[in-house]
């Protein structure tokens, strides 16, 4: 099968999207598909030659005559590649493939990564539409797409080939007990309820830190938020136990030697930082939201509290770290059942979304080969 993937640019910031397409695309290259990217480009595109995945240069973004341009690039690509299925994963790439659909013999499925974005639905104009849980396929529905366009394919990323297993990253010499979020640095991520209740609760625990880990254009209204008076005065010294670490390339270093981990988003699809988290052997504290109850077993391996709710989460931090027993309870539950969020397994599932489109391709190498048999056998003579 010839697979062309459109993603915005392939750049190592941290962006889920992005990820999730770099190990489709390297899987389905390793199981002999011919796969394409195009995209702005990044750093990626060394691990996608790797894999022999070939990379068409398409800059996406929206400036109306770069549009234009893009349609027209795109179509170049097109005519080259003559891919079976295009699989786009953001917006702008589902609008320009469908707009040149005509002429062309390829399926289009596309990937809801985000769907509380309004520009989601158009992701709708696909032959097929992946959403990342069941809750955003819900959405989906419940904004008109219809069904029998929708698949569930449920997000994961662990044993990626962009990066070593687990065992191998060393982790980081961090303040014990440890609280981290792994998270772009917007509202939506919770990042002011996290530091409210830390600050809630940080008298009581003097011990722990608070480590953010990632970057977003609000950050320096968190490092405000986390040096007024209001947060700093309760219990003295709060401001250096409060760590904004920027992006980080290895967030497992900090998983590693984290206690609690928290996910305090307002929404939230999935929330594939939590798979990490769990493989890494944190407890995990997150939203009760779209997609979180679905990457936490639905309260099996994780503490879900209302979002947008700083006195309960204050609440459920005090809670485990209090009570030993019960902390470890809970990493040891976080590492149970996780052979679901394997990059293989999202391979193999988007694979058969694919086969559903291109409905001969299985039959196709055996019809070929089976002509080359009939035209190399002598006829034989009929006695």
Not at 15 to 40: E, K, P, R, T, Y
Request: charged fraction near 20%; aromatic fraction near 6%.
């Amino acid at each position: 099968m010839r697979i062309l993937h459109i993603t915005n640019h392939l750049q190592k910031v941290g962006n889920g999207i992005v990820n999730v397409a770099v190990d489709l695309a390297c899987l389905q290259s390793q199981d002999s598909h011919d796969v394409a990217v195009a995209s702005a480009g990044g750093e990626f595109e060394t691990l996608l030659a790797h894999h022999n995945v070939k990379h068409f240069r398409l800059n996406q973004s929206r400036q109306p005559l770069n549009l234009l341009k893009a349609v027209l690039c795109l179509r170049d690509i097109i005519q080259e590649f003559q891919p079976d299925i295009i699989h786009a994963h953001m917006m702008t790439g589902v609008l320009l493939a469908g707009f040149l659909r005509k002429g062309y013999n390829y399926s289009l499925v596309s990937t809801v990564h985000n769907e509380f974005q309004r520009s989601a639905v158009l992701m709708g104009l696909a032959d097929r539409v992946i959403a990342v849980s069941q809750a955003v396929s819900d959405s989906m529905v419940r904004r008109g797409i219809p069904q029998s366009k929708l698949r569930v394919v449920a997000n994961g990323t662990l044993n990626s080939p962009r990066h070593p297993s687990i065992q191998n990253y060393q982790p980081l010499p961090l303040h014990s007990p440890a609280i981290t979020t792994v998270a772009g640095m917007y509202t939506r991520k919770g990042i002011a309820e996290l530091i409210a209740a830390f600050s809630k609760i940080a008298s009581d625990f003097p011990q722990a830190h608070l480590y953010l880990v990632g970057d977003g254009p609000e950050r320096s209204i968190f490092e405000k938020l986390a040096k007024s008076t209001s947060f700093s005065d309760a219990c003295g010294g709060l401001r250096q136990r409060i760590h904004f670490e920027g992006f980080q390339p290895e967030p497992q270093r900090y998983m590693l030697a984290t206690d609690i981990f928290v996910l305090a988003s307002h929404c939230e699809s999935f929330g594939l930082v939590l798979t990490e988290a769990r493989e890494a052997g944190c407890a995990i504290v997150a939203s009760d939201v779209d997609g979180i109850p679905e990457t936490l077993d639905n309260r099996q391996a994780g503490i879900l509290v209302p979002p947008k709710d700083s006195q309960t989460l204050a609440t459920a931090l005090a809670q485990l770290l209090s009570n030993p027993v019960q902390l470890q309870y809970w990493k040891n539950r976080a590492k149970q059942n996780l052979e679901r969020f394997s990059a293989v397994r999202v391979h193999e599932e988007t694979m058969s979304v694919y086969r559903e489109l291109v409905k001969n391709y299985s039959v196709r190498p055996v019809m070929e080969a089976k002509e080359v048999f009939l035209m190399k056998t002598p006829a034989t003579p009929l006695r």
